[in-house]
């Protein structure tokens, strides 16, 4: 029964993706670069890697642009990156919840989890910035609970009638930005746990060793 659930949100997530894409194409016109910067990461055509690169390069222009970082001196970049990695959990905790935003809706999310901080840091009201960042992301989906739930909501249930009306025949395909992120944090959990475990049988070879070299006197 899980299995099924699993499957018809993959589904569902697939649709909503492929939605995204051809209502961006049919409005074209009207889209600044940074909606084609989010339609580069949300093309499925392209490899996964390289979607996640893109989405890795966009969510860095936006914390250079909105943030100041004279703070970090010399390692502004690394600092990016430090926020960068831990924006991620903004869209690994909706897709833990099933609410299925991508394309724009989901860089919108971040672009005010963002767009928030960047307010207090210009009023001044931020003491040291890390801490404060941590904190900014982790409560953002919470706080805003009620509101993204609807917004998924709408966006689910409205699905169907969009693509009749827009005469969408288009098999949907390819994977969600926030399964491709939920992916690769797994994968390397899965890789730090599998180095844990090889440094534990490591120390309890030695001790093993110890206690034997002891036996041994």
Not at 92 to 112: C, K, P, Q, V
Not at 123 to 146: C, S
Request: hydrophobic residues 40%; contains cysteine; aromatic residues 6%.
């Amino acid at each position: 029964m899980r299995h099924d659930r699993k499957d018809s949100l993959d589904r569902l997530f697939q649709v909503v993706n492929s939605l995204e894409i051809i209502l961006a194409e049919r409005e074209q016109p009207r889209q600044t670069r940074d909606d084609a910067a989010v339609i580069a990461w949300l093309n499925q055509g392209a490899a996964p890697e390289e979607r996640l690169l893109k989405f890795d390069a966009w969510a860095r222009k936006i914390l250079a642009e909105k943030l100041d970082w004279s703070w970090a001196g010399e390692a502004e970049s690394k600092r990016i990156e430090q926020c960068r990695i831990y924006l991620e959990r903004i869209v690994l905790e909706l897709w833990r919840r099933g609410w299925m935003l991508d394309g724009r809706r989901l860089a919108n999310h971040i672009e005010r989890a963002v767009g928030a901080v960047a307010l207090q840091q210009k009023a001044g009201k931020i003491g040291t910035f890390w801490p404060y960042f941590q904190a900014a992301v982790d409560r953002y989906v919470g706080i805003n609970a009620e509101e993204i739930r609807e917004e998924a909501m709408r966006a689910g249930s409205h699905i169907s009638q969009a693509m009749t009306a827009l005469s969408i025949h288009r098999r949907a395909t390819g994977t969600s930005i926030p399964e491709l992120i939920a992916q690769r944090t797994e994968e390397i959990s899965t890789a730090k746990a599998e180095t844990l475990r090889s440094k534990l049988s490591r120390a309890r070879q030695r001790a093993q060793a110890e206690s034997n070299q002891g036996k041994l006197l």
